[in-house]
């Protein structure tokens, strides 16, 4: 992993609840999300670890993704967003990316 950057682990939430009754990530698409950002990474070879996790908490509020360590929340992307991700990522731009696809949990 890089040294360069404070994050090095991009981990999605893939997560279908209920069988696709209940809302989840896994719901709105985030399957496909993982597959083509994961390919990405790849491709580029940015060097960022990738993960898949069962969930993160905030599922009706998905596709939910997360820089770790200890990064900010990355919400709601859509697979048109991929590529405009994975330039952030490779520029180290985390807080454009916090806003962008930011986390708003209702109080
Ligand atoms: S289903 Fe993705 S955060 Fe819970």
Partial sequence: ?????????????TNLRGGDI????G???????ADA????????KLP?????????GKCHLG???????????IMGAKLSDVAHIL?????????QLAQEFPLKESA
């Fill in 1 to 13: 992993m890089s040294d360069e950057f404070e994050y090095n682990k991009l981990c999605i939430c």
């Fill in 22 to 25: 209940l809302p989840s990530c």
């Fill in 27 to 33: 719901k709105v698409g985030s399957k496909e999300l």
């Fill in 37 to 44: 950002l994961e390919q990405g990474l790849k491709d580029m």
């Fill in 48 to 56: 960022y670890e990738f993960q898949r996790l069962h969930c993160m």
């Fill in 63 to 73: 596709p939910t993704m997360r820089l770790s360590p200890g990064g900010p929340f």
């Fill in 87 to 95: 330039n952030l990522l490779k520029d180290g731009n985390f807080d």
